[in-house]
């Protein structure tokens, strides 16, 4: 936020935006929409993230099924093909406090491997599930997955833009914010969803590759393009 | 003064640890340094990331730094820090080129900007325990 002018407000977008999903979604704990001035009003957790910008803890459980693909022609479930995965660790991999950059997570790195290895560009990108322990890694990881230029995410998520309909609609589930915090492996589970058509109320329509991050607590990045089958 | 009745967690010193803690009790800031290419690394801890050399050694520093990033938290995620809330948690550039955090003390959140001057402070938390802060210089 000091360098780059990133505001409260562009983190409340998402938390807005992400909230809408789950509300439309059928199958999250945190239903009730809010609005930008309710996420400007939820009490301050640790300047700059309020309430708001905090994930859940949840009980539950997510599942997925990895299979060969020569076998899913057995199996009754549309595929959904794996095209690149690869995960990246930030300098330094071992204490926040010495990263010269503490925006810049492994992912930054992670990225160019997996869109290389799926032979696609971030324009490609029809949906994506972003690891959101708090709005701002969802920004900061737009901004290392190539979305746009490191500085620009604050301004690239404004107007909507994460949501249905906007240009890179994500986290249609309601995510870590507003569905349930299963680690991540619901952004997965929600990703195969779309990607066979049963997104239901937030399908992104015709949805062919989609793209999910998981994140670890010291910036680890792990990021993987999926292909509908 | 320590505090008879300290409620806050309290770190336990160990093996890579108890020099840190030592100096600290005398009111000296050492940070551990790789013994083999000299890098300093902070929190103390087994290997060198530079050169994963296991050999290390302490260096006393001046406690002197500026602000690198900070947050302020309004939410006790222990009961022991409710009393203190809020309070501003700092990242510290120490001149000698390493980083550490510390409560900033004395500073109003408002006036907290990157490359404020700061230095050492020592708290004495029990008889055995004194923890750093920052304070502006």
């Not at chain 1, 936020?1 to 809408?20: H, K």
């Not at chain 1, 640790?46 to 009980?59: F, H, I, T, V």
């Not at chain 1, 569905?179 to 990703?191: K, S």
């Amino acid at each position: 936020m000091e360098l780059y002018g990133t505001s409260s407000r562009q983190f409340g977008e998402i938390a807005v935006t992400t909230r809408r999903h789950a509300g439309l979604h059928g199958n999250a704990m945190m239903t009730t929409p809010i609005t930008l001035e309710d996420h400007q009003q939820s009490r301050m957790i640790a300047d700059p993230l309020r309430l708001l910008d905090c994930s859940l803890e949840s009980d539950g459980a997510a599942a997925v099924v990895v299979s060969a693909a020569e076998r899913v022609r057995d199996l009754k479930k549309r595929p959904v093909y794996i095209a690149g995965v690869a995960e990246g660790h930030p300098d330094s991999p071992s204490t926040i406090t010495q990263r010269p950059d503490l925006t810049t997570f492994g992912t930054a790195k992670a990225a160019p491997r997996a869109f290389a290895m799926a032979g696609a560009t971030p324009a490609d990108i029809d949906v994506a599930e972003i690891y959101d322990c708090f709005t701002f890694n969802v920004l900061c990881q737009i901004e290392d997955l190539g979305f746009c230029k490191k500085g620009e995410g604050g301004a690239f998520v404004e107007g909507g833009a994460l949501g249905l309909g906007g240009r890179l609609p994500v986290n249609t589930h309601g995510g870590l914010l507003s569905q349930a915090h299963m680690a991540g492996l619901n952004h997965i589970v929600e990703l195969v969803r779309q990607l066979r058509g049963e997104g239901g109320a937030t399908q992104v329509p015709d949805a062919e590759v989609g793209l999910v991050t998981g994140y670890g607590d010291l910036g680890d990045g792990a990021v993987a393009i999926m292909r509908r089958g | 003064m320590p505090d008879a009745a300290y409620a806050k967690p309290l770190p336990e010193p160990d093996r890579d640890t108890k020099p840190y803690w030592d100096a600290l009790r005398e009111g000296r800031l050492v940070i551990q340094q790789c013994a083999a290419c000299g890098k300093l690394r902070h929190y103390p801890r087994p290997v060198c990331d530079a050169c994963y050399s296991m050999d290390a050694t302490w260096r006393q520093v001046s406690g002197r730094g500026s602000i690198h990033s900070w947050t302020v938290a309004h939410h006790p995620f222990h009961p022991g820090f409710k009393t203190e809330l809020p309070y501003v948690l700092a990242t510290v550039d120490l001149v000698e080129g390493v980083r550490m955090i510390a409560q900033l003390r004395g500073v109003a959140p408002d006036a907290i900007r990157v490359g404020l001057p700061v230095e050492v402070a020592f708290e004495q938390a029990t008889n055995e325990l004194t923890l750093p802060v920052f304070r502006r210089v």
